[in-house]
Structure formats: structure tokens, C-alpha cells
């Protein structure tokens, strides 16, 4: 089985700070999802991920997949409160694709 | 917003009973799944399917069967629910497999 393991598990930030969020995992991958989900709601895509290296840019989230296709980090500057949520990284392998999700962040940003 | 719509939203039961969960479609995705969301666990998924009558098993589908009569309705059966199957459900669609999931907004289960 395919673990991503995310750090930290918990954050509470001031707002305007900045962070950022690891997903790491023993196995390559040949892409590597980002989701954000608030309470009471279904994941919702923010970025997909899928050659090694690459870093991809939303507005003030960057997200970068590792070289080996087995790590990602996301890294938000200049936190706000909207932000607030639980970020989930899922990676996608195997025959039919099948997507592992790592246990998730969870991000409070107060104001 | 991908059309996805599960029923009922929540649902409380007693432990032994049956009970089906539904997940509809608008977009005529191949690809549908079923997850279940638990503290410390993140997703995990329990079936999917690939094709109307295509099924396969996820990593914790034991105690769970579905079935996809048509493209647009996934069913996930619990045939007789324990307290162990207390979770939050998601739905799940796709295009193709492994491309971008579409959620939907889950339904809460309480096994009693």
C-alpha cells in the first residue's frame, strides 16, 4: 500500500504569515494532486502536479513536485483567513490510476 | 461546479440493518468512486468503478457492495451496518482514471 504522509498535521497562523505544508512519500508517482476542503464539503482541486520538479503558481499558493515524483510541498504567502481549511495531497500510480491521499493539514488562519 | 449529488445527506442507523447510499452524476464521467473520510485516516477509498456493470474493490471494502446500473448512479450498500462504518462518505467522479477528482458533499453516517 502507498502511504503520503503530510506535516505538519495541525496549523494555526496569524494572518499575513506564511507556511508551508509537506507531502512525502516512499513511492513515485506519476502525478501529484493538491486538495482543499472546508467543513461539511467535498475536496475541491486546487493543482495538479505531474512532471518532477515542477512548480506550479495559484495566486499566492505555490506548489512544487519533487524530482523524484515521491515528495510535494505547498507554501502559501501571506496567509489569510480564506485559506482556512484541510489541505490533502493525493498521488496517482498503478494500472488504472488509482489515488492515494495522504491524511491531511489542517490550516486555521486567524485574522 | 461538477454536478455530483449524494443522498441522503445524513442518515443515522442501527447496527445489523442495510443501508444504501447514493451518488448521481450530470456529467457523464467513466470513472466513479467511494470514499470514506475518518479522523487520522484522510480518503480512503472503498470501490470504484470504471464503466456501467465495472466494479472493483479499494483498500477497505469489506462490509460494502455496490453496484452502477447506469452511467449516472453509483450505489453503495452496507448489508448490514456495525458501528465501525460510522464516516463521513464522498463520492467521487472522474474523466478518466487517475485525472482530477470532483467531489461531492458527502454524507454523514451514524451507526447506532
Known amino acids: 500500500t502507498q502511504l503520503l504522509e503530510q506535516s505538519p498535521q495541525f496549523l494555526s497562523i496569524q494572518e499575513g504569515e506564511n507556511l508551508t505544508v509537506y507531502c512525502n512519500s516512499s513511492?513515485?508517482?506519476?502525478?501529484l494532486q493538491w486538495y482543499r476542503q472546508e467543513p461539511g464539503e467535498g475536496p475541491v482541486l486546487l493543482v495538479t502536479?505531474?512532471?518532477?520538479?515542477e512548480v506550479k503558481k495559484l495566486k499566492r499558493l505555490t506548489f512544487q513536485f519533487g524530482d523524484a515524483r515521491k515528495d510535494s510541498s505547498l507554501h502559501i504567502t501571506a496567509a489569510q483567513p480564506g485559506d482556512t481549511g484541510l489541505y490533502l495531497c493525493?498521488?496517482?500510480?498503478?494500472?488504472?490510476?488509482?489515488?492515494?491521499f495522504g491524511t491531511g493539514t489542517k490550516l486555521q488562519v486567524i485574522p | 461546479d461538477a454536478g455530483i449529488t449524494q443522498s441522503p445527506r445524513h442518515k443515522v442507523t442501527e447496527t445489523g440493518t442495510p443501508v444504501t447510499l447514493r451518488c448521481h452524476q450530470t456529467e457523464n464521467h467513466r470513472y466513479m468512486y467511494w470514499y470514506r473520510q475518518d479522523p487520522g485516516h484522510g480518503l480512503r477509498l472503498i470501490h470504484y468503478?470504471?464503466?456501467?456493470?465495472?466494479?472493483d474493490k479499494g483498500e477497505v471494502s469489506d462490509g460494502y457492495s455496490v453496484s452502477r446500473s447506469k452511467t449516472e448512479d453509483f450505489l453503495l450498500t452496507l448489508e448490514s451496518a456495525t458501528s465501525s462504518q460510522t464516516s463521513v462518505y464522498f463520492c467521487?467522479?472522474?474523466?478518466?482514471?487517475?485525472?482530477?477528482?470532483?467531489f461531492g458533499n458527502g454524507t454523514r453516517l451514524t451507526v447506532t
Open positions: 468503478s470504471y464503466g456501467v456493470k465495472d466494479t
Open positions: 513511492s513515485v508517482f506519476s502525478s
Open positions: 467521487a467522479i472522474s474523466e478518466r482514471g487517475g485525472s482530477p477528482l470532483h
Open positions: 493525493a498521488g496517482g500510480s498503478g494500472g488504472y490510476q488509482k489515488v492515494t
Open positions: 502536479v505531474v512532471t518532477g520538479g
